[in-house]
């Protein structure tokens, strides 16, 4: 959302940067490629978002009601 004016065509003291269709894109690939440079094992690394996770939650809060 920050780059979306950019794209559209902006005035920067007094200069006119014309339309760049797809910078936010190509700015987003950018930033992707750079993370998986930087940590090929990924954000979360060997941890994992699972299921079982949300039914421990579950369990527990149904515990604590009881």
Request: glycine residues 10%.
């Given at each position: 959302?920050?780059?979306?004016?950019?794209?559209?065509?902006?005035?920067?003291?007094?200069?006119?940067?014309?339309?760049?269709?797809?910078?936010?894109?190509?700015l987003l690939?950018?930033?992707?490629?750079?993370?998986?440079?930087?940590?090929?094992?990924?954000?979360?690394?060997?941890?994992?978002?699972?299921?079982?996770?949300?039914?421990?939650?579950?369990?527990?809060?149904?515990?604590?009601?009881?």
């Amino acid at each position: 959302e920050i780059l979306a004016p950019i794209e559209e065509g902006i005035n920067i003291f007094g200069f006119y940067v014309p339309e760049m269709l797809g910078l936010t894109t190509v700015l987003l690939g950018a930033l992707l490629i750079a993370v998986l440079i930087k940590k090929p094992e990924g954000i979360m690394g060997e941890r994992e978002i699972s299921l079982e996770l949300f039914k421990r939650k579950i369990n527990y809060v149904s515990l604590i009601k009881n």
